[in-house]
């Protein structure tokens, strides 16, 4: 758990850097919890959050990302995850924490999917309106 990737990227879908509320459980870690967190980045092939406590590489999580809606509502969706790296972040005690989702249902999938294009579509234009 102590050691960083500093690889190059090897995402296969777009992340945008947005704080998300996702609430999470992590089903095998037997302490039968439930969490908030926001997120760091999201995309169609996983997020990263930050929490208190390191997590074993490998575990699986429950996950329930509230995404926002252009109505200003908010499309909970839920979905698996899977731990591929928990680090300790820098000389604070929190640790960040890399989930790639796993078994993802299609309409989730697509959901997030589509929320990211739409975000980084919105970017852009605050960027470079013209």
């Known amino acids: 758990m102590g050691k960083k ?18 609430r999470y459980m992590l089903p095998l870690d037997f302490s039968g919890g439930t969490w908030e967190a926001s997120t760091y980045d999201v995309g169609g092939g996983g997020l990263r959050i930050r929490r208190k406590d ?18 200003g509502e908010v499309d909970k969706v839920k979905t698996i ?18 989930l790639k989702f796993v078994f993802p249902d299609d309409l989730a999938l697509r959901k997030i999917n589509r929320y990211v294009e739409k975000e980084t579509e919105r970017l852009k234009k605050e960027v470079n309106p013209g």
């Open 81 to 98: 995850a899977q731990v591929v790296w928990c680090h300790k972040v820098g000389e604070e005690a929190d640790y960040s924490v890399g």
């Open 5 to 22: 990737y500093e690889g190059p990227n090897r995402r296969k879908a777009p992340r945008i850097i947005k704080p998300i509320p996702v």
């Open 54 to 71: 390191p997590v074993k590489e490998g575990t699986i999580a429950a996950l329930e990302i509230a995404l926002p809606t252009e109505v």
